[in-house]
C-alpha cells in the first residue's frame, strides 16, 4: 500500500483488512489481538499513529518514537509471544511532519491456524467486519482441524465396519464404473475388497488390526442410521420457493425435500429431482433421433452440485441446502475455501475438501479432473444463455455459496448496451456497413460465438495486435460486444452489419 492508497483508506472507516491505532510512544497492547485475527482470516493493514476521532473519522496524530516503536512491534511478531511467528516489514509515511508506521499482516495458511497470543490457545480472534472477535470453541476446533492430516476424508472412523455399508450403493456405483469403464478391475471384487481398493476401508493398526471404514467410505456407501450416527448435521436439503416475498406471504417453500441417504443416493435423487423442477430445453442427442439431457444446464449445475458433495465439510452442523426460485438457484454449503474467487473460478489445479470422494466420482464421471468443474460449471452456464453464476466465499462465516440467475444474459446485456449506444447518439437499428477484416471478423463471429481473440487471429491469418485493433473499433460503434472472460465468455453482435464492398 502506497501513501496514496493510505490516504484514501484514512477517509474511509476501519473495516476487514485495515486497523488504525494510536500509537504515540509504544505499541498498543490491543493490537496484539488485530494481528492474530487478520492472520486467522484474510490478511489485513495495520496502521499505527493515527487516532480516531469521536465522530469515527480518522486523523493522523503520528509516533513520536518511530524506530522503538516499529522494532517492538516487529519483535514481538518473531518472538514467543504468538503461538507461530510471524513477520511483516514497517512502512515509514510522513504527513505534513508527523509520522505513521504501516505493517501488512499476511493471511496464515490452514496448517498453522490457529493463530492465537499470550499461550492461551483461548485467545485466539478472527476479523468480521471492522471488528476482532474471539473464536468460539467450535471455531478453534475447526481450525485445530484443518491444520491436522485427520482433517482428510481419508481418515479412520473408530468402530465403523463393512456391516455399516450398503451393499445396493456399492452394486449402483458398479453399474456407472462398467458403462464409463467396463474394463474396470473393479467391477468383479467382493464389496470389502471394493471398498479397500478405494481408499473407503483401512486397516486400524491402533484397533487390534481391524479393517474399518474411512470418512469416505461411510460417507459414500453408508447405510443411512450409521452416518447420522458419526455425522448428525448430514443432509442435503432442496427447497422450491414459490416467490422472492414468501416472509411476507407466510409460505417458506412449495416443496422441501431432505436428503440422508449416502453420496451416491443422494447425487441421483437430487440431481433428478433438480432436473423435473428446472425447464430443460429440448435438444436431440448425436443420433439425431432420441432426445438428450446432456444440454449446457443441466451440466453446470450437475458439476455444481458435485462441487458441493466434494468441497463440503461435513464436520460442521450447518446443512448443505439448494433453493430453486422463480429467477434464481442458491446453493450454499458449510466450508468456505481458501483461495479467492478469482483463483476459485480460473485456476486449473484445485486441492478438493475431500480428496477421496472427489477420486471416487471421478472415475463413473460424475465429476471433471481436477481444477475442470469451476470452469465447466460457468462455461455450460453462459452457454445455456442465463447470467454468469456469482460465488461468495465468506471466510469469516465459514460458508460457500453459489447463485446461479435464471435470467436470459443477453437481454441483460444487450438492454444495457442500448441504453448507453441510446446515450452516445447512436441508433443500434440502423444497420452498420462493413468490408475487410471488420466483416471477416463479424462471420468468424456468427459462426463461433465463443471464438477467442488468439483464435480469431489464427482463422484471419492476421497478428493478435491487428485483430485486437479491429475488435476494440467494432465495440466502440456498438457492433459486437464481448461476455465474460476471453477464456470462457462469448461474443454478441448488437446491430445488423451489411456488407460494403457489394
Known sequence: MNKKALKERLNCREWEDFEAKEAKNSVPKDIWKTVGAFANTEGGHIVLGIMEQED??????????IEK??????????????????????????????????????????????????????????RRGNGDHKCSKEEINRMLREASEFSSDSMILDGFNINDVDSESITVYKKYLSFRNPESLFIPMADESFLKKLGCLKINRERDNKAELTMAGL?????????????????????????????????????RQIYETNLIKTYLEAIQYMKNKIEIPFALSVDNITRT?????????????????????????????????????????????????????????????????????RLIGWAEVAGGGMLKIFKNWRFAGYVEPEIINNVPGYYFKMIFPLESRENRY?????????????????????SGTG??????????RYIT????????????????????KLKENFVIERIGSNKIGHWIILREVEDSSS
Open 56 to 65: 469515527g473519522q480518522l486523523t493522523v496524530s503520528g509516533v513520536k518514537n
Open 414 to 434: 444487450e438492454a444495457r448496451e442500448s441504453l448507453v449506444a441510446k446515450r452516445a447518439g447512436i441508433d443500434l437499428d440502423e444497420p452498420v456497413r462493413l
Open 69 to 126: 516503536v516499529q522494532n517492538d512491534f516487529i519483535s514481538t511478531l518473531r518472538g514467543e509471544k504468538f503461538n507461530i511467528q510471524l513477520s511483516s516489514r514497517g512502512h515509514i509515511f510522513d504527513f505534513e511532519g508527523k509520522k505513521v508506521l504501516l505493517f501488512k499482516i499476511n493471511a496464515m495458511p490452514r496448517s498453522c491456524k490457529p493463530i492465537y497470543y499470550g499461550g492461551d490457545i483461548r485467545s485466539t480472534y478472527i
Open 293 to 361: 439431457e446432456e444440454v449446457p444446464a443441466v451440466i453446470s449445475i450437475r458439476e455444481a452440485l458435485v462441487n458441493m458433495l466434494i468441497h463440503r465439510d461435513y464436520f460442521e452442523n450447518g446443512q448443505s441446502s439448494i433453493r430453486i426460485y422463480r429467477d434464481r438457484i442458491d446453493m450454499f454449503n458449510p466450508g468456505s475455501s481458501p483461495k479467492t474467487v478469482e483463483e476459485i473460478i480460473e485456476d486449473d489445479v484445485t486441492v478438493p475438501r475431500n480428496p477421496v470422494i472427489a477420486k471416487i466420482f
Open 439 to 448: 466483416k471477416k471478423i463479424i462471420d468468424k463471429i456468427r459462426q463461433n
Open 219 to 255: 460417507l459414500l456407501f453408508g447405510k443411512e442410521d450409521s452416518i447420522r450416527e458419526r455425522f448428525p448435521a448430514y443432509e442435503l436439503d432442496i427447497y422450491l420457493v414459490p416467490r422472492d416475498d414468501v416472509v411476507a406471504e407466510k409460505v417458506r417453500w412449495n416443496d
Open 453 to 472: 481473440y488468439e483464435e480469431l487471429a489464427k482463422a484471419l491469418r492476421k497478428d493478435k495486435t491487428t485483430v485486437f485493433r479491429y475488435l476494440q
